[in-house]
């Protein structure tokens, strides 16, 4: 077995005890109630931040299992690069999609 210094010499890094992942597991199940309450109150999902409110608390619960329990947050930045890159883009085209099939729209107040 590795000692301590040799760990570290290697580039292996202390990952999270089970007090953090037990934290990570209660907001994530806190997000995911949050997520199926909005869709029973139907207020909130016909108004106009329904979309964006569920796809933040999605992209924050996506960040936190990829950052945690795929220990992302622990490796290398070039795989960190290498994830992220990708995952902006894919992103980045989503909210696109959503602007061109009017599921999300801007207000500017330029027109009556």
Request: no cysteine; proline share 4%; hydrophobic share 50%.
């Amino acid at each position: 077995m590795a000692s301590h210094s040799e760990a570290h010499a290697h580039g292996d890094h202390e990952h999270p005890g089970p007090g953090t992942y037990g934290v990570i597991a209660l907001i994530l199940t806190v997000i995911t109630i949050a997520e199926v309450s909005a869709y029973y109150i139907p207020a909130w999902e016909s108004s106009s931040i329904y979309v964006p409110s569920m796809l933040s608390m999605s992209a924050l619960k996506f960040f936190l299992v990829v950052a945690y329990y795929m220990h992302l947050k622990y490796d290398h930045k070039l795989f960190k690069a290498l994830f992220s890159g990708p995952l902006l883009v894919a992103g980045l085209t989503l909210i696109g999609l959503l602007f061109l099939f009017s599921k999300l729209v801007i207000r500017l107040g330029l027109l009556n």
